[in-house]
């Protein structure tokens, strides 16, 4: 009996290069056993699975879930910075400047300047 293979692809892509592997696994294979058998790790040395998220088609997801045949498996740079924190200071420069309310944080009315 012949062994059912999924055929998969993992990319991981940093600013200035990217890397879409395809690869093909065992129908049962895991996500993470997809990501080590691509050998896209070799390339990337900023690659950690204990650190990185992964998902599939663009939805994280474990790496122990197991992907379908044609699935495109993701693996993420963590973020450089939190995107609430750029949005709060965003705001309390633009209260500083007069250019928002500053007790509300929304924009002036320009009726009102």
């Not at 592997?21 to 691509?38: G, L, R």
């Not at 910075?81 to 250019?99: F, M, V, Y």
Request: proline share 4%; hydrophobic share 35%; glycine share 6%.
């Amino acid at each position: 009996m012949e062994q059912q293979l999924l055929t998969l692809e993992v990319v991981y892509a940093l600013p200035e290069r990217q890397k879409i592997m395809v690869v093909q696994v065992a129908a049962e294979s895991t996500v993470e056993q997809a990501i080590e058998q691509s050998g896209i790790m070799q390339h990337f040395d900023d690659i950690d699975l204990t650190k990185n998220s992964v998902g599939i088609w663009n939805k994280t997801c474990k790496l122990s879930d197991q992907p379908r045949n044609g699935d495109r498996i993701e693996i993420y740079r963590p973020l450089v910075a939190d995107p609430k924190e750029i949005r709060r200071r965003r705001a309390e420069k633009a209260k500083l400047e007069g250019r928002a309310d500053k007790v509300t944080g929304g924009r002036l009315d320009e009726k009102r300047k």
